[in-house]
């Protein structure tokens, strides 16, 4: 309890993001009350009983009067009035929103709330039908569905679009300093991207249902809604052929003129063709490299490199693949990481370009970014956006204060997501195969981002599992690393639990500087998980039960020693938000031979 009043949809989690209306009074401490008086005043105390915040005025009605304060179906608080000595009803004196559509929720899945004569209407995007005409607050159902997208472009898919209208912020993956039309073909060549919105030169890409629809009134924000050709066609009835036979001759039309034009544009291009060069160069060499490394992949030579990092003086990190320095590029105004691999597998310079292609297609917001890298003789490194903020092993470990508890349930959540997508909605599947708090970096707001997954085995669409050396790093390599078992993703499930359990107690998972039975880490989590003493693992912090349980099950579920029983990432970030329930884990085979009398202390 923070002393902040606030509104959530039903059924939905209390988190900041579904806050619909709220008393900003946050901070005023705990035990904040509501309170109505007999004049119809509602207003906020304090637990000195001060009051910190009047939500309405009091009214003066002459004669007898009854009030009463509702949270109405439409989802807005108010206060009503009823004067006892004349024959009116019930009139509203103050509520919490003028706007009808401001309550979350009011619409179903795929529907959005927009204002008609200021009442609060439920309407279905482009492409889309209610569930039932009749009851319109159920939702929306597309009319067609976009699956079996392969290809895209040849199977005949685009886009419904949809202006100034918001949604729930969930997308599985976040594209940056993109413009509409990258958005749009971004959500075209992706098979899982049903939807896509773009607002703030941010394409957030979804798949259906979308919820929480609100019209804004905001021209900048526009949906894309994908959908077949041939359904969205099917609109225009039998004028298709006529539109057809008008088009077809048009176009030859237009090729005839075009060949004319382009004889003339080719003599006149060979004309200009060095003084177009000149200007190219100009620009490119002139406040260009910015932009380039926003949106390719970027080829370095060494010495632009060398020169970069000052001869490489400034060495920042080091790790299982070489060393990493600060540098600066695109002509002084960009700050990167640059790692110089030293302990790579020789392979041929285009596997080596392949696997670039791989790493620098990924995109997402817990994933440290790729910018560039060089393939220089036997000279390889690699360029990365760089993070301020060390990394989660600092934050940990070393900081003289380790993080607040909602702070480390949130690295814990943004790390598992970062995974689902290397696993899961990556074009080519990546196992990281190093999961560890010092492969997880901190940006300048301290959010957490994973780094060095594209240097571990990749795995091609039609594979799940591979049989390769033991990588990875002691204390958090999966027990198949240690037999001639295949290696799947699991290894990774395997590498998050280690660390989640890690992030749970802020300490190593090996700890020689604590009592005998604490220096394993899983072993005393699972004997405190036993002996219902969880709270031995956080010492004086105050963190409610049922949460700090939720995470210690994920992760001894995690760690479990056979990899068909760890759960898929996937699964995990579900546990964590606690869409669905996390039961009680068996006792991994690893920890049967700790003592049972052993008690957690």
Known sequence: MNGNLVMFPVEDPDQFDYIYWRSRTAYAGGNVKLNFDKNGLLYLLDTNGKNIRNLSNSITIFGKAMYRATIDADGIFRLYSHNLNGHSNWTVEWQSSDNKCDPTGLCGSNAYCTLVDQVAVCACPPGFEFIDQSQKNLGCRPNSSADDCTNTRESGFAFEELEGISWESKPYSTLPSATKEACRDECLKDCYCEAAVYRNQQCRKHILPLRFGKAQGNPSMTTFIKAKVAD???????????????????????????????????????????????????????????????????????????????????????????????????????????????????????????????IGRTHHKNLVRLLGYCHDGTNRLLVYEYMCNGSLADFLFRSGQKPAWEERNEMALNIARGIVYLHEECETQIIHCDIKPENILMDEKESAKIADFGLSKLLMPNQSRTYTGIRGTRGYVAPEWHTNLPITVKVDVYSFGIMLLEIICCRRNVDMHVPDDQVVLANWVYDCFEANQLDQLIQDEEVEESKLEKLVKVGLWCIQDEPSSRP???????????????????????????????TCT
Do not use: Q
């Not at 990481?337 to 392979?347: D, F, H, S």
């Not at 996937?570 to 700790?594: C, H, R, W, Y």
């Open 568 to 598: 898929s990432m996937k699964k995990v970030v579900l546990m964590l938000e606690g869409t669905i329930d996390t039961p009680d884990p068996p006792s991994p085979p690893s920890f049967s031979n700790s003592n049972n009398d052993i």
């Open 232 to 358: 969205l066609g099917m609109k225009t009835g039998g004028s298709n052929r006529k539109n057809e036979l008008r088009t077809r001759g048009i176009l030859i039309a237009c090729i005839a003129v075009s060949t004319l034009a382009l004889l003339a544009l080719v003599i006149f291009g060979i004309l200009f063709y060095r003084y177009r060069v000149w200007n190219y160069k100009k620009v490119i060499n002139h406040g260009n490299d910015e932009l380039l490394d926003d949106v390719i992949l970027r080829s370095f030579t060494y010495d632009e490199l060398k020169k970069a990092t000052n001869k490489f003086e400034d060495e920042i990190g080091r790790g299982a693949f070489g060393t990493v320095f600060r540098g600066v590029i695109s002509n002084g105004n960009r700050v990167v990481a640059i790692k110089r691999l030293e302990k790579v597998v020789a392979e041929g310079e285009r596997e080596f370009l392949n696997e670039m292609k791989v």
